[in-house]
């Protein structure tokens, strides 16, 4: 059993990056509404303020999962999942950014969500903070900002529906295989592989070059220059289902194993 000292001390740190993201997030929203424009201030922070609500309320109700693999619960909220946090932050500011056609400032907050994502495993990596909060929200938050982004161009009719069908079975497979696995009291492998890495780096570029043509085009993508993009995505995407495919036998097959015995 975890001390209550330690249970309390970190809440603590939770808490504290929960009111300093919120605080951050009134700050830009106010001089957004200062100096720019009131309504599109408001509206930013009304919409992101219930993801911290909701990330707050997941995490401090499911305090435990901030342990590392050895099951020792940690005293604070460390770099790596403070990281995937701020990632999962930026997908409503994404989206409202698209929606208001500020196609530069979408991308330079895409961009920076997608570092995020590259040093939130180096620096759980290099410095020991693996933990399994890390790695349940760590996919989440590439789910969340990906099928944003793909939703606003499928729903804007800029990205065909056989694709966007693609990329929902996938995340479909995903949320409801971890579920079953979770019923049958398996723990799957959620670890990074070389084929995950490869195919997030394709999907990140090409939400790179929709967002990024929006904006060099002045809000118009050319079909014929997107020609080749959408079936490379296609081909990623499916590769990432078979993979699941293969990673949810392999759990159940542990577990047929282990019941045998």
Not at 86 to 102: A, D, K, Q, S, W
Request: proline fraction near 3%; charge should be positive.
């Amino acid at each position: 059993m975890y001390s209550h000292k330690r249970r309390a001390s970190l809440r603590r740190s939770v808490c504290s990056m929960v009111w300093i993201s919120f605080g951050v997030l009134a700050l830009v929203s106010l001089v957004i509404a200062v100096f720019h424009e009131p309504r599109f201030g408001l509206v930013l922070f009304l919409a992101t303020l219930p993801v911290i609500v909701v990330y707050a309320g997941f995490v401090l109700s499911h305090i435990s999962l901030i342990r590392d693999p050895a099951g020792e619960l940690k005293e604070r909220i460390q770099l790596a999942n403070i990281l995937t946090a701020l990632r999962i932050f930026m997908v409503v500011p994404v989206l409202v950014l698209l929606i208001e056609r500020y196609w530069l400032w979408a991308l330079a907050v895409y961009l920076l969500g997608a570092v995020t994502d590259i040093f939130d495993g180096l620096v759980a990596r290099r410095f020991r903070q693996v933990t399994v909060l890390g790695v349940l929200l760590d996919p989440v938050g590439d789910i969340l900002i990906t099928g944003t982004v793909f939703t606003f161009f499928w729903l804007t009719e800029e990205v065909p529906f056989w694709l966007f069908i693609i990329l929902m079975v996938r995340y479909v497979q995903f949320f409801v295989g971890l579920a079953v696995l979770r019923l049958l009291k398996v723990e799957p492998e959620l670890r990074a592989t070389m084929a995950g890495k490869v195919v997030g780096v394709i999907q990140a570029t090409g939400i790179v070059i929709l967002i990024g043509a929006k904006w060099y085009r002045g809000g118009a993508l050319q079909n014929d220059a997107l020609q080749y993009l959408f079936p490379v995505l296609g081909i990623a995407f499916a590769s990432v289902i078979v993979s699941q495919t293969v990673i949810g036998i392999k759990a159940l097959h542990r577990l047929t194993v282990s019941s045998n015995r």
